[in-house]
């Protein structure tokens, strides 16, 4: 079986060690045929996937990662930590590795609950007022990131060069 994974479960980040400790092998890096949208937690601990967008400023892209070979076991306890089908539902995406004429079909993460989709929506919304707002700002720009690329890895580096 193939995963796809484009956030903390990467090489260098916090939830790796589920993967390596789960026996996983690294087939390289990937990008999704299908465009989607990714927007990040603000905080930057982890990224969503979703299948529609949740802003207007939302534009649909590849969504880039990594593909791992992992075994049924693993899938199971990766269902477990993602919160599927509640919280990320596991869906099959096809995937290549900069080579086209070679696609890969990987499960995946993606965000169709309605109700978090609504969170992310509503925190997007100017006119919203929450207790973590600072004033003039809306509460998304303090929750949430628009990942305009697909490319958690890459927005993660460059908020590491602006805090140097």
């Known amino acids: 079986m193939k995963i796809f994974v484009y956030g903390s479960l990467m090489q260098g980040f916090p939830n790796h060690h589920l993967l390596k400790e789960g026996g996983a092998v690294?087939?390289?890096?990937?990008?999704?045929?299908?465009?989607?949208?990714?927007v990040g937690l603000k905080s930057r601990a982890y990224p969503y996937v979703i299948d529609e967008a949740v802003h207007p400023s939302c534009q649909a892209t590849t969504i880039k990662g990594e593909v791992y070979e992992v075994?049924?076991?693993?899938?199971?306890?990766?269902?477990?930590?993602?919160?599927?089908?509640?919280?990320?539902?596991r869906q099959t995406l096809i995937v290549h590795a900069g080579n086209r004429f070679q696609p890969?079909?990987?499960?995946?993460?993606?965000?169709?609950?309605?109700?978090?989709?609504?969170e992310i929506e509503a925190?997007?919304?100017?006119?919203?007022?929450?207790?973590?707002?600072a004033p003039g700002r809306?509460?998304?720009?303090?929750?949430?990131?628009?990942?305009?690329?697909?490319?958690?890895?890459?927005?993660?580096?460059?908020?590491?060069?602006?805090d140097k």
Do not use: C
């Open 26 to 38: 690294l087939l390289g890096e990937y990008e999704s045929e299908e465009k989607l949208f990714m």
């Open 138 to 162: 809306s509460p998304g720009e303090e929750r949430f990131i628009i990942v305009p690329d697909g490319n958690w890895k890459n927005l993660i580096a460059a908020s590491a060069a602006e």
């Open 104 to 118: 890969v079909i990987a499960y995946t993460y993606i965000v169709i609950n309605e109700f978090l989709k609504a």
């Open 123 to 133: 925190a997007f919304e100017e006119r919203q007022q929450s207790w973590h707002s």
């Open 71 to 89: 075994s049924y076991d693993l899938i199971q306890r990766l269902d477990a930590f993602e919160g599927h089908p509640y919280h990320y539902t």
